[in-house]
């Protein structure tokens, strides 16, 4: 099955050997992305709010640069630089993330996220159910 790279100008573009994200048939994988600006990179947002906003709007581009929408994610993974964030997280994750059913999803505390507070990556299924 053939792999698409997909890319969004309102996303960064990543900083290492991997891509954004990868169409592959019925399924867009999102690689872990971060509060970044698309262009310099410099990191978005101080707090666990605002991070996780500018995540999420950087999933949301490469999502749309697919094809897909955010009711199409099917499993969420995040890694937060602290769990006592998990609550806050969540408040903004369920601002963008609020059709029944809602993703799987999995949340560890991760001691590196490159500065960070919060690193999120996800998998959506665009085909016919």
């Known amino acids: 099955m053939p792999k698409t790279a997909v890319v969004s ?3 960064p573009q990543g900083a290492g050997p991997y891509s954004p994200a990868l169409r592959v048939g019925d ?3 999102v690689s ?3 509060s970044l600006d698309p262009v310099t990179h410099e990191i978005l947002g101080e707090t666990i709010e605002e ?3 500018n995540t999420l709007h950087c999933v949301k581009a490469l999502l749309e640069a697919a094809g897909a929408t955010l009711d ?3 499993k969420v993974t995040t890694f937060l630089a602290h769990a006592e964030d998990y609550p ?3 408040e903004v994750y369920k601002e963008f993330f609020t059709n029944e059913p809602l993703p799987t999803c999995s949340t560890v505390e991760a001691a ?3 500065d960070h507070l919060i690193k999120l990556e996800c998998m959506a299924y665009v085909g016919k159910t």
């Open 112 to 114: 590196q996220v490159w």
């Open 27 to 29: 399924f867009v994988f």
């Open 51 to 53: 991070q996780t906003r």
């Open 9 to 11: 100008p309102d996303a």
């Open 88 to 90: 806050r997280f969540a």
């Open 32 to 34: 872990g992305q971060a």
């Open 72 to 74: 199409d994610v099917v």
